[in-house]
Nanobody, 119 residues
Framework: QVQLVESGGGLVQAGGSLTLSCAAS????????MGWYRQYPGKQRELVST???????NNADSVKGRFTISRDNVKNTVSLQMNSLEPEDTAVYYC?????????????WGQGTQVTVSS
């Protein structure tokens, strides 16, 4: 089993910054992709930013130039530096990872952390 534990959400004023962090633990052979999704009330989760094990980044257009993803492949952590936050960034943010255990890959989600941006 694999656990993803998030931290760093909270309340911030528009224009401010927050950093989200996520640590993976458990029976991990290797982590392929890690990243962040977010979910608005009543909506499906949407991609925010992901980073593959070989350094490929995939960002939503709405966060390009404002959010920066990074990961530590030794510590199995991923972080999201969020700058110039806007009220539209208010959502629950979920850590996401694709993990190889033995010869199979699995997708895991964190429990979610609330980010609220006030105008």
């Amino acid at each position: 089993q694999v656990q993803l534990v998030e931290s760093g959400g909270g309340l911030v004023q528009a224009g401010g910054s927050l950093t989200l962090s996520c640590a993976a633990s458990g029976s991990i052979f290797s982590i392929n992709d890690m990243g962040w999704y977010r979910q608005y009330p009543g909506k499906q989760r949407e991609l925010v930013s992901t980073l593959s094990s070989d350094g490929m980044i995939n960002n939503a257009d709405s966060v390009k130039g404002r959010f920066t993803i990074s990961r530590d492949n030794v510590k199995n952590t991923v972080s999201l530096q969020m700058n110039s936050l806007e009220p539209e960034d208010t959502a629950v943010y979920y850590c996401w990872a694709v993990v190889t255990i033995r010869t199979r890959t699995y997708q895991y989600w964190g429990q979610g952390t609330q980010v609220t941006v006030s105008s």
